[in-house]
């Protein structure tokens, strides 16, 4: 088999969202005839809390490199795992690609900096080096138009630093073409050297068929006779806008929803910061909170974040103003066997999963332009999906068709890709 090193400085047990990328490539690789070697950060560096039960989750004799990074600096200056293990993973990748024979290095972004060790690597050992855009690099956040703010200097640090790191890549990957086609239109000269290939995170069903040996309880909130939606993972900032209408528009017609809860796991904006709501205030502002909104702003791990949407009625997706967004959620909702309600940009790609797939229900709109849209379809749109999940059958969906989303599909379309470079 090929080898291919993945630089993941986030990776199993840490239990962020982005590590699920890289933990399905690594374990559905060798059945395309690449072996993985994952070179990541030693977990007593990692600013969140672990979970040793998705640690548990990977294939028992996987090759796993680990680096020591550098402490969060007080105050907290850098906190990036990327920037504070950079020279260590840099010096680690190099020692591996001549001693491991590496045929290819694949980086997963963010963190974005890591992104970097990809030309310095083909600089001394010639290695071909790929970069697999998770989230877009150069991103105009809220705030970034201001001059001299934290995203102001952001946006113009990708700028700068993206061209360096992409200039000899042989492979642009990520989960839809919206987050790698602004490298493209800055860099064009990729078009004719580089391969790209689109592919969104995949479900993985073993990971839901574990939790019946795990023995994992719910514990943030508990089963009643209300309608129950759990909506799991982080908020984007340009998914506020669309909150807001819907919580306006719930508050508008209350009465319709004096029987359903929809339940905010993890959105904080600390990851281990009980306290941290980014929801809290805007479910206040218009009469919902502690009656029919609900946030544990904490990360938990994503095992138990199965286990909640298990007892749930129903997953709530929430997209962004942004067309690229595709919400990984999606495959999870799907696997959990609820009924998915999700109010998506047009573009998504998540919308036509639950389209085909007949997993649930979408309410799509045209980014900040429609926004009225939402306001005006919310009502009658989630009337339709409650009637939807009250004749819901896990046996309805078209799973063959789900297959495409796998994460085993989606990782043959990464080693597709990756063959293409080595006739």
Known sequence: MKKILIISPHYPPSNLAAVHRSRLFAEHLPTFGWEPIILSVDERDYEESLDWNLHALLPKNQHIEKVRAFP???????????????????????????????????????????????????????VKYGIDYIDPWVHCFPGSDKLLSRHWFSMHISKFLEPKAVKYATLITGVAEGYYQGMIDRNPQLKTSAVFAAMPYGGEAKDHESLNALNIKPYLFNKNEKFQLVYAGAMLPNAYGPLEVIFKTISS??????????????????????????????????????????????????????????????????GSTEPHYTPSKTYQGVLSKKPIFAVLHEKSTAAKVLYETNAGQSLCFNGEIELKKIEDDFVLSFSEFRRFAMNFNPGQVNHKLFEEYSSKSVTKKLAEALDTLFP
């Open 72 to 126: 969060v600096s007080k105050p907290r200056l850098i906190g990036d795992i990327g920037l504070r293990a950079f020279f260590q993973l840099r010096s680690r990748a190099l020692e591996l690609v001549k001693s491991e024979s590496i045929d290819f290095v694949y980086i997963p972004i963010p963190s974005f900096y890591t992104a970097l060790i990809g030309p310095y690597l083909r600089r001394k050992s010639g």
């Open 253 to 318: 017609n209350k009465a319709q929803f004096l029987d359903v809860e929809f339940h905010f796991i993890g959105t904080g904006y600390l990851s281990n910061d009980p306290n941290s709501h980014n929801i809290k205030s805007l479910a206040d502002k218009y009469g919902l909170w502690g009656s029919i909104v609900f946030e544990y702003p904490k990360r938990i791990p994503y095992l138990d974040v199965l286990v909640h949407l298990g007892i749930s009625d129903g997953v709530f997706i929430l």
